[in-house]
């Protein structure tokens, strides 16, 4: 069965340091893997997806995630964290074929922000 | 282009009572999927409508919950009668078309509090 594995529940970054939320997959092919965000009160927006067109995919505000097949890793990173950037970010994998498609989510990482 | 709205954005009912969750999908998405979230556990599947039919309601944790889309527009789901283990958040989304690689836009959720 195709899942998700978000290893950190937490992560705490200082403004301006690099941003790091790790994700390793489980999929038996070649998978379809998303990065949603949701910020406090809000709902869930997409940051980024993984189709196989390119190993590194750039997404919104910044995050860009390397899938790497040899690790099972999609890792979402950032160069310079932002004051705005802390929410909760969503690891997810789109499983089944045909008409019978879902998305299955990763635990979460929330992610704090200090000044 | 109008989201996907959810209502109502909160809702507290007694153990026993009946509550009725909406959803509308952005217009012309086919696919519309319910998501849960209860406090401090992933975000879990429910089920998922292809038009007005249902094409995979694995996730529905028992006969409690009854989810409709009549007309293959808006959604309901209806929970009767409430436990207390119901409490949580209601996700909706919606997508244009079944496919792996295809982004799910999701509603700010229903919160819901079953004292």
């Known amino acids: 069965a195709q899942s998700v594995t978000q290893l950190d529940s937490h992560v705490s970054v200082s403004e301006g340091t690099p941003v790091l939320l790790r994700c390793n997959y489980s999929?038996?092919?070649?998978?379809?893997l998303f990065w949603y965000v949701q910020h406090p009160n809000k709902g869930l927006q997409l940051l980024l997806k993984?189709?196989?067109?390119?190993?590194l995919v750039k997404g919104i505000n910044g995050f860009e995630a390397e899938f790497k097949k040899s690790e099972t890793s999609f890792h979402l990173t950032k160069p310079s964290a932002h004051m705005r950037d802390a929410a909760e970010y969503f690891c997810v994998v789109s499983v089944g074929s045909g008409g019978y498609n879902k998305l299955i989510f990763g635990a979460g990482t929330r992610l704090a922000v200090h000044p | 282009e109008a989201g996907v709205t959810q209502f109502p954005s909160h809702s507290v009912i007694e153990k026993g009572q009946t509550v009725t969750l909406r959803c509308d999908p952005i217009?012309?998405?086919?696919?519309l999927y319910w998501y849960r979230r209860v406090m401090g556990k992933e975000i879990k599947f429910l089920l998922h409508?292809?038009?007005?039919?249902?094409?995979?309601e694995s996730g529905m944790p028992n006969n409690r919950f009854l989810a409709e889309r009549t007309g293959g527009t808006y959604s309901t789901l209806k929970v009767q009668p409430a436990e207390l283990e119901d409490s949580g958040v209601y996700f909706c989304a919606s997508r244009p078309r079944t496919g792996r690689n295809t982004e799910a836009f999701f509603g700010q959720g229903t919160r819901l509090t079953v004292v």
């Open positions: 999929s038996s092919y070649s998978p379809s």
């Open positions: 217009s012309g998405h086919d696919n």
């Open positions: 409508f292809v038009k007005e039919s249902k094409q995979d």
């Open positions: 993984y189709t196989s067109a390119a190993t």
